[in-house]
C-alpha cells in the first residue's frame, strides 16, 4: 500500500460519518417508529418518494401478497413499500396530517409532499386514507396527535359531567335530609307542647 493510500485510510478512520443531506431520520414515535424532520420543511416541498417493487393485480401470485405497506396507485398497480430501504414506510397515519401522498400511477410512483411548514423535531405524518384506516386503525383505535387530544377532551368532558351529577345529587341530599330534619324537629316540639298541657293541673 502506498503513502497515499496509507493517509486516504487514516483520514476515513478518524473523520466521523458526514451526516445525510435529507431533512428527515427514522425516530422513535408513541405508535413505534416514525419519521421526523431534521430540518424546517416548508409548506409545498416533496419530502420524500414511497418505493418498493411494482406490483400487478392481474398476476395472482403478486395479487395475493398481503402486509400492512402496501400503496395502491389504482385498480391494477400497487407499490410492495416493504422493503426496508424505502423509509417513507415509517410515516405514520394522523387525521390532521402535515404532509399528503402525491400519487402518480401513471409514472407509477407516490411523492409525500408537506402541506404545512414542519419544524425540525416534528413527526411528518399523512392521511392514509378511509380503506387503510377501517382496515387497521379503527379496530385498534387511531393513535395519532388530534385523536389523542379529542380522546383527553372527551374523558375531561366525562369527568366534567360525572362531578356535575355528582354534585347536584349531593345537593339534592342535603336538601332532602334537611327537610326531613325541619319535618322530625316539628313533630317532636308538638310533642313537647302537647306534653306540657298534659301535665297542666287544675
Not at 382496515?135 to 374523558?155: F, M, N, V
Request: proline share 4%.
Amino acid at each position: 500500500m502506498g503513502s497515499s493510500s496509507l493517509v486516504r485510510a487514516f483520514v476515513l478512520l478518524i473523520m466521523p460519518a458526514t451526516s445525510s443531506n435529507k431533512p428527515y431520520r427514522v425516530g422513535r414515535s408513541k405508535t413505534g417508529l416514525g419519521l421526523f424532520a431534521t430540518k424546517p420543511i416548508k409548506k409545498g416541498t416533496r419530502i420524500i418518494r414511497y418505493f418498493g417493487p411494482i406490483l400487478d393485480s392481474k398476476i395472482p401470485e403478486q395479487d395475493e401478497i398481503e402486509n400492512k405497506y402496501l400503496f395502491e396507485l389504482n385498480g391494477r398497480w400497487t407499490i410492495d413499500g416493504s422493503v426496508r430501504k424505502n423509509l417513507a414506510r415509517y410515516i405514520n397515519h394522523s387525521c390532521r396530517p402535515n404532509a399528503e401522498s402525491d400519487v402518480r400511477p401513471r409514472e407509477r410512483k407516490v411523492f409525500i409532499r408537506a402541506i404545512k411548514n414542519i419544524e425540525p423535531g416534528e413527526e411528518i405524518n399523512y392521511d392514509y386514507g378511509t380503506d387503510y384506516f377501517k382496515a387497521y386503525l379503527k379496530p385498534i383505535g387511531c393513535k395519532c396527535d388530534s385523536c389523542e387530544k379529542k380522546r383527553k377532551k372527551l374523558r375531561a368532558e366525562a369527568r366534567a359531567e360525572a362531578a356535575k351529577v355528582k354534585a347536584r345529587a349531593e345537593r339534592k341530599a342535603k336538601k332532602a335530609d334537611a327537610k326531613v330534619g325541619s319535618a322530625k324537629k316539628k313533630k317532636l316540639n308538638g310533642k313537647h307542647f302537647a306534653g306540657k298541657v298534659g301535665r297542666a293541673r287544675a
